[in-house]
């Protein structure tokens, strides 16, 4: 099946839909050092990008009409920054705004489903209008804003479009929905946006896949059953203290099957499994596994500990981002993430090397959509698409049948 990736980054979205059974024929970034990753890693001979043709340039720019046969799924994320709590919230009236240029390409490919992410801050109230703005633009690609028209104008005027019996013009399905990437096996605690569409005419039954992990499943496995340091091998005296509510929440776990807890939550030792420590001298088999001196606790800004998923991936090095892209280990001592423990976070395959200084590598990983989470959502998006098309192959072969009888 065919998609087309827009704000692709380091390629976390596009990654996932690749596992899932797509082909991004198009990958589009601005950013010449994410495009290097993707392209680097083309030379390398990692096969999942093996197939992408990388366009280095503004989604607004790109010629469309290059695209050959029909599209299955546009992906994308576009920029956060408007929208993101560490940013400047200034949605429609910041010049990095790209949710127009999404629904503009939805309206020219016409594929059948799309899957855009971006962060929970555009579901603040503060955002109300503008998010409605989105899902409409979305719900209703043609309708595109006049010359001159405002934002909150043209919401009046889709939202008129909604209520109209009339409208007989490019149609999605549009489903909105917030997750917890650690709820889905990512061993990060990363709230996101994920606003799934089917094109209307294609009859699409569809939800949003159910969580697998859980946190309770977790705190089950470290402080009832005590399976999780047994497989980590950690003796007594190198476990975190137990949580204040250890004793209540143990009791009323016990009184719970196991099984309807889901898989535990993921946490930062999960994830680090197997890398050594990144001073050891084997750390260097390892691709962006080095060391990044400097890191230091400040207020507000303590780092991730071991045995829990890890906090929100930043798009930075220093100040508020740098300060929460560390580890804090058990004995309180913290330090950076190396870029590859960062890849594992955002659960990138090991062989999947990341361009550019470990800043910049960084940046990118903080953009990013975990592979997993990508790989799930669109792997859902995969098999109704799938099942469409065998519902109309079943529905020709009994209309070939009954012309047959006839």
Known sequence: MQSVELFGGAGGLALGAELAGFTPSIFVEWDRWACDTVRENQAAGFPLVSGWTVHESDVRDVDWTSINGPVDLVTGGPPCQPFSMGGKAQAADDRRDMFPAAAEVIRQLQPRAFL??????????????????????????????????????????????????????LHYNVFPTVVDAADYGVPQRRHRVFLVGFRSDIGAEWSFPSPTHSADALFYSQWVSGEYWERHRVPLKKRPEAPANVDTKRKQLLNTDPQALGDPWSTVRDALSGLPAPTSPSAQRFLNHTFQPG?????????????????????????VPGG???????????????????????????????????SEAMRQLGNAV???????????????????????NAGLNISQQLTEVS
């Open 116 to 169: 855009i992410e971006n962060v929970k801050g555009l579901t603040r109230s503060a955002f109300a209008n503008y998010y409605q703005l989105i899902q409409l633009r979305l719900q209703y690609p043609e309708v595109v804003a006049r010359n001159g028209e405002s934002w909150f104008d043209h919401l009046r005027r889709l939202q008129s479009e909604a209520t109209t019996e009339c409208y007989t013009g």
């Open 295 to 319: 890191a230091k606790i400040y207020p507000g800004h303590t780092g991730s500990p071991l045995d829990q998923p890890a906090k929100t991936l930043k798009a930075g090095a220093h100040g």
């Open 324 to 358: 929460e892209n560390m580890l804090r280990d058990i004995d309180g001592s913290v330090r950076y993430f190396t870029v590859r423990e960062s890849a594992r976070l955002q659960t990138f395959p090991d062989t999947y090397e990341l361009h550019g200084s470990w």
């Open 370 to 392: 975990p592979v997993r989470l990508a790989e799930i959502v669109a792997q859902s998006i995969a098999t109704q698409l799938k099942r469409v098309d065998q519902q109309g």
